[in-house]
C-alpha cells in the first residue's frame, strides 16, 4: 500500500528565508499537501509571538522546532559566523532526529519528502541520507545562483580565491543579458569580516554539491522576468512571485507583529502619494546615516510611511531621531516597527518604494507595480538593484558622497526624479502585469507550480 505523501519544508532560520518559505507551505496545504515545517526552537518561539490566536487556528500546517544548538546564546549575538557555524555543526544531526521523531509519532503518515533551503544545504543532504524525496528552494533571486554555481570555474580560472576574493579585481560576467559584477559585489562579501566571508562563501560553494545531482530547484521568479539567469540552472521551476498565488495567508511568517494601523492610515491618503521605506530583516544604519535618512523624507515634502525595526540604528538600543522631526513629520508620515509589507504595497496610496533591494521586497514590488528607489547593503542586493535599474527600468539607485553617507539633499532629489517618471511608473505596471500572467491559468509559474503537486502527491 502507498503511503499518503507528507512534505517536510525547512527554510534557512532567517526572516527573509522563513517568510517566503511560509508562503510556499500554505498553497502547498491549500492545493492537498500533508505540510510539517521546521524551524529553528528560537525561530518558531518569534512567529508564534507574533501571530494573533485567529491566525493560529486558521494556520492550515503544523509547525514542529528543532534545536539550533545556541539556546544559551543571548538574541542579539545570534547572527553572523556564530549562528551560521552552528547552522552547519548542529542543525544537521538534531534535523535527522526530528524526522526520525516525527515518523515514530506519525507512523501512518511518515515524511516522505523534505523541501530544503539551497542556502542550507544540508537539509536536503539529510533527507537524501534518510532516503527521503527532496525538492530545493532558492530564496533569491536566479542570477545569483547562476553565481554560486560558476564558482569552481571561477577558482579553477583564477578569477577568485578559495576565500571568494577576486583575485584580478575584474568583472564578473556570466552572459551577456546578465549584470555584470563587480568584486565588491559578489553575493558572499562581508567586508571586514573575513571568517564571515569565508563561511557564507563556502554555503555557496556548497550548492554545487546539492545540484550536482539532479533535483528540483524551485525559485520565486518568473521565467520571463531573467530567462537567460533561468536557463543556466539545471532543473529550476519558477513558480513564482508567490504574492500573487497565495490564496489564504493568516499566518505570515514574521518574526515581529505586523502593525496594522498603518493599513487605516493609507485609507486616508490620496491616491499615489505616499512613499513606503522598508530595509528588509537585516540592514542597520549608523546614527548619522540615520538622521540624514529622516531629513531626507522630511525634506522631499511628501506622505510617507516608514518601517524602523528595533535596533536599526547600529549600535543602540533606542532610534533617536532629529531634533523635532517627529512633531514636523506628524501631519504627513507614519513610523512603524514592523508593516505588512505585501497589504501595503497592494495599497492604492503607494506610489513608490524605498527599497534595500531583498529578493522578497523585490519581488513584492514587482507584483505589486510599484517603482523602485533602491539602497542596497549586502549580498545579493546590489545585484537585484542592477536588475531593478538597469534590466527593467523600474528604479533609481542612489549616490554615496564622498564621506561614504547618502544625503538628506540626495534622498529629497532621488525621491523627486522617480515620483515624476512616468516612464518608469508605466513599467513597473506592465512587469506587474507579466507576473499576474505568469500565475494565472496556463501561465509559466501557474504550471510549473501545478506540476510541483503533482509530483509531491505522486
Ligand atoms: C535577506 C536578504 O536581504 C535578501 O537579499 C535575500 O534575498 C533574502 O534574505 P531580508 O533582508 O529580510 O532578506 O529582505 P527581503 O528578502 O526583502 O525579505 C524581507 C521580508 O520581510 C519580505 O517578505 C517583507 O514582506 C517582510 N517585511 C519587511 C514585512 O513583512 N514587514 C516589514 O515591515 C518589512
Keep these: 500500500m502507498d503511503l499518503p505523501q507528507h512534505v517536510l519544508v525547512v527554510p534557512s532560520p532567517a526572516q527573509g528565508h522563513v517568510k517566503p518559505f511560509m508562503k510556499l507551505a500554505y498553497n ?51 547572527n553572523g559566523a556564530r549562528l551560521i557555524a552552528s547552522l552547519k555543526e548542529v542543525m544537521p544531526k538534531n534535523l535527522e532526529k526530528l524526522i526520525e521523531q516525527i515518523n515514530q509519532s506519525d507512523n501512518k503518515e511518515p515524511i516522505t519528502c523534505v523541501i530544503g533551503d539551497l542556502t542550507v544545504g544540508w537539509t536536503l543532504e539529510v533527507a537524501r541520507k534518510m532516503g527521503l524525496k527532496q525538492v530545493a528552494v532558492w530564496p533569491a533571486g536566479p542570477a545569483s545562483l547562476a ?50 566571508q569565508k563561511i557564507l562563501f563556502d554555503f555557496s560553494l556548497a550548492i554545487n554539491q546539492v545540484v550536482k545531482n539532479p533535483i528540483i530547484v524551485l525559485c520565486n521568479t518568473y521565467y520571463e522576468l531573467d530567462s537567460s539567469s533561468c536557463a543556466m540552472i539545471p532543473g529550476i521551476l519558477p513558480i513564482g512571485p508567490l504574492p500573487a498565488i497565495s490564496n489564504l495567508n493568516p499566518c505570515s511568517g514574521s518574526f515581529l507583529s505586523q502593525d496594522s494601523t498603518c493599513l487605516s492610515w493609507l485609507d486616508k491618503q490620496p491616491p499615489n502619494s505616499v512613499i513606503y521605506i522598508a530595509f528588509g530583516s537585516t540592514a542597520m544604519f549608523s546614527q548619522k546615516q540615520f538622521d540624514e535618512l529622516a531629513l531626507g523624507l522630511e525634506l522631499s515634502g511628501h506622505s510617507f510611511l516608514w518601517v524602523v525595526r528595533p535596533n536599526i540604528v547600529t ?21 512603524v516597527e514592523w508593516a505588512p509589507q505585501e497589504k501595503v504595497l497592494a495599497h492604492s496610496s503607494i506610489s513608490c518604494f524605498f527599497s534595500h533591494c531583498g529578493w522578497n521586497s523585490t519581488m513584492e514590488g514587482v507584483s505589486n507595480g510599484v517603482p523602485f528607489l533602491c539602497w542596497p547593503y549586502v549580498w545579493d542586493q546590489f545585484d537585484n538593484k542592477k536588475y531593478i535599474c538597469e534590466m527593467w527600468k523600474v528604479g ?40 499576474k500572467k505568469s ?4 501561465g509559466g509559474s501557474y504550471e510549473n507550480f501545478k506540476s510541483l503537486v503533482k509530483y509531491l502527491g505522486a
Design 28 to 78: 502547498l496545504a491549500y492545493h492537498g499537501i500533508k505540510v510539517t515545517f521546521a524551524n529553528s526552537e528560537f525561530v518558531e518561539a518569534k512567529i508564534l509571538g507574533a501571530m494573533s490566536e485567529a491566525d493560529k487556528e486558521q494556520c492550515p500546517i503544523r509547525l514542529v522546532s528543532y534545536s539550533d544548538g545556541l539556546e544559551a546564546c543571548p538574541a542579539e549575538e545570534r
Design 315 to 335: 549600535g543602540s538600543s533606542h532610534e533617536h531621531y532629529p531634533d523635532n522631526f517627529l512633531e514636523k513629520i506628524a501631519s504627513r508620515g507614519k513610523i
Design 439 to 442: 500565475v494565472s491559468h496556463g
Design 147 to 196: 553565481l554560486a554555481l560558476r564558482i569552481p570555474q571561477l577558482i579553477e580560472t583564477g578569477v577568485i580565491d578559495e576565500n571568494g576574493s577576486t583575485m584580478k579585481n575584474e568583472l564578473i560576467c556570466l552572459s551577456e543579458e546578465i549584470p555584470v559584477w563587480n568584486s565588491w559585489e559578489l553575493t558572499w562579501i562581508s567586508p571586514g569580516k573575513p571568517a564571515l
Design 396 to 435: 533609481l539607485g542612489l549616490d554615496y558622497d564622498e564621506d561614504g553617507i547618502i544625503s538628506r539633499h540626495e534622498i529629497k532629489t532621488k525621491i523627486h526624479n522617480l515620483v515624476t517618471n512616468d516612464g518608469m511608473k508605466m513599467n513597473a505596471r506592465k512587469l506587474m502585469e507579466d507576473a
